[in-house]
């Protein structure tokens, strides 16, 4: 991922509104919403980043619920300011560019999920503890 991308108009643009998400918890439902649904209809494009993805929408609908806050401020806000860049359409690289427009999308999600990955873990951890539980 290239520095410039993530301090980037486009990512500024994309943690301030990921600053308004987290304080609504129903817009962020949507937003994981409509990034879900943007995953589901790129499959190929995410390819390895899919189970990391899932797992990130995961923590951040447990978040927004108020269910999981076993994470630090900035690492939320940097998750949900990646999923906020990936379904904005117009960005660095704009998504109706085929086959170049979720290149850029990808790799800062691919940046975030790996930077935040022992958030996530600890996520999946919290995740697997409530299951066990009758």
Known sequence: MRPE???GLFFRRARQRAER???EPDKLRGL???ASRKASERVSALGPLRERLAACFRLIKAYGQG?????????VLI???AVVYFVMPI???PDFILGLGLLDDAA??????KTFQ??????LAWEREQEEQP
């Open 67 to 75: 269910r999981y806050r076993t994470i630090p401020w900035n690492s």
């Open 5 to 7: 991308v993530r301090k």
């Open 21 to 23: 998400y987290l304080q």
């Open 118 to 123: 022992s958030d996530i873990d600890v996520f």
């Open 108 to 113: 800062l999600l691919g940046w975030a999920l």
């Open 79 to 81: 998750l949900v300011a």
């Open 32 to 34: 994981v919403e409509r």
């Open 91 to 93: 960005d660095a690289v």
